[in-house]
């Protein structure tokens, strides 16, 4: 029903910074929460940022705390992830996700799912 694409990965150098992009698809994200995760090769996929419907409510794992900021477009469909103060250890693939309701950092809980962009930072 829900399709979410992610866009804007690619290489940066550590202390760079890049703009991600998920953008919804056949129905509209009113009332929803998006999602970013990321996974690194060998690791588990684990929870980046959120943000509600509003916008009012958003969350930030420890890890990207003050480099990184969810934001939602004009349109509502589209949300952001600025990255900036890139390092190595942001690494890996970045997924969109959303679930109808309240925010929450399980990846189970979320119903639409990105295929991935790429992030790699060099050092």
């Known amino acids: 029903q829900v399709q979410v694409a992610e866009s804007g990965g690619g290489l940066v150098q550590s202390g760079g910074s890049l703009r991600l992009s998920c953008a919804a698809s056949?129905?509209?994200?009113?009332?929803?929460?998006v999602a970013w995760f990321r996974q690194a090769p060998g690791t588990e996929r684990e929870v980046v940022s959120y943000?509600?419907?509003?916008?009012?409510?958003?969350y930030y794992s420890e890890s990207v705390k003050g480099r990184f900021t969810i934001s939602r477009g004009n349109n509502r469909n589209t949300v952001y992830l600025q990255m900036n103060s890139l390092k190595p250890e942001d690494t890996g693939v970045y997924y969109c996700?959303?679930?109808?309701?309240?925010?929450?950092?399980?990846?189970?809980?979320?119903?639409?799912w990105g295929q991935g962009t790429q992030v790699t930072v060099s050092s």
């Open positions: 996700a959303a679930r109808y309701g309240i925010g929450t950092t399980v990846v189970a809980e979320y119903d639409y």
């Open positions: 056949g129905r509209t994200f009113s009332g929803y929460t």
């Open positions: 943000i509600n419907w509003s916008g009012r409510i958003t």
